[in-house]
C-alpha cells in the first residue's frame, strides 16, 4: 500500500502520566485517534484535558507511557531521538498561537529556514520559498521583518513556513487564538485551502468556536478520555 493511503497518523491505546512532585496526573487514558490526509481536525476541551498532550504526541516531542504511534503507516515507538528529529524535521510542520517566528530575519529568510536546516538546495529553496509566499498572499512582504507585520500577517508566515517542507502532518496550537475575529477567519480559511490542496493533515488545540466551525472534525477530550 502506498503511504497515501495510510492514515498520516494514529493513536492506539494511548495512556501518558506525568508526575508533579508526589503526584501522578494522568494526562491521556486509552486514546484511540486516527486522521486522514488532507483532514482539519479540531481537539477541544478544557485545560487540562489532554489537548496539548496529543499535540505533543502527534509531533514526535513527547513519548507514551503505552501504546502506538504510527506516523503514514511507520511506527514510530521504536526510533530513537535521532530518528525522531529527522522524522519531525521532514514530515511535521508547527504552527503556534504566538507565531515563534525569527524577529531578526526577514518573512522570506523565516520561511525558508525549515528548507535550510533540512540541505534544500538554495535554488528550489528559493522557487518553494517564492510559490508558498504567494499561496499566503505575502509575496509582497518578503523583505518584511515580522515586527512591521499585523498578527494575520505574521500568522500567514507561520503558516507558509510549516507547509514550505511540504509536510504530512501540521501541528497547530491555538492557532487563532491571539487574533480578531475577521482575521482568524481568513487564517482559517487559508490554512483548510493549503491544507487540502497540498494534502496535509492538520491537527489543531483550541478553545476557538470560529474555529471548530471550518473543521472538518471535531473531538473533544476531558480528563484525558475523547468524549
Avoid: W
Avoid at 498532550?53 to 531521538?81: H, K, M, R, W, Y
Avoid at 507565531?99 to 518573512?107: A, H, R, Y
Avoid at 475577521?182 to 490554512?191: E, F, I, R, S, Y
Avoid at 485551502?193 to 488545540?205: K, N
Amino acid at each position: 500500500m502506498s503511504q497515501t493511503h495510510f492514515p498520516v497518523v494514529e493513536l492506539h491505546a494511548i495512556h501518558k502520566t506525568y508526575r508533579l512532585g508526589a503526584h501522578v496526573i494522568p494526562a491521556l487514558q486509552g486514546v484511540d485517534l486516527s486522521v486522514q490526509r488532507g483532514e482539519l481536525l479540531a481537539l477541544t476541551g478544557p485545560s487540562g484535558s489532554g489537548k496539548s498532550t496529543i499535540l505533543n504526541l502527534c509531533g514526535l516531542i513527547d513519548t507514551p507511557d503505552s501504546g502506538d504511534i504510527v506516523l503514514s503507516g511507520q511506527a514510530v515507538n521504536g526510533l530513537n531521538e535521532v530518528q525522531r528529529t529527522l522524522l519531525r524535521r521532514d514530515a511535521l510542520g508547527f504552527v503556534f498561537q504566538n507565531f515563534n517566528l525569527v524577529p531578526v530575519m526577514t518573512v522570506a529568510e523565516n520561511v525558508d529556514y525549515p528548507l535550510f536546516i533540512a540541505g534544500v538546495p538554495a535554488a528550489e529553496r528559493r522557487e518553494r520559498v517564492a510559490a508558498q509566499l504567494k499561496a499566503v498572499g505575502l509575496q509582497d512582504h518578503a523583505e518584511h521583518r515580522p515586527d512591521a507585520l499585523s498578527g494575520g500577517q505574521r500568522q500567514r508566515v507561520a503558516i507558509a513556513r510549516a507547509l514550505v517542507k511540504r509536510p504530512k502532518l501540521v501541528i497547530a496550537d491555538e492557532p487563532t487564538a491571539s487574533l480578531d475575529s475577521h482575521t482568524a477567519d481568513q487564517v482559517l480559511d487559508l490554512m483548510r485551502e493549503r491544507g487540502h490542496a497540498e494534502g496535509a493533515a492538520f491537527v489543531i488545540a483550541t478553545h476557538d468556536s470560529r474555529l471548530t466551525h471550518r473543521c472538518d472534525r471535531v473531538l473533544a477530550l476531558l480528563d484525558g478520555r475523547l468524549l
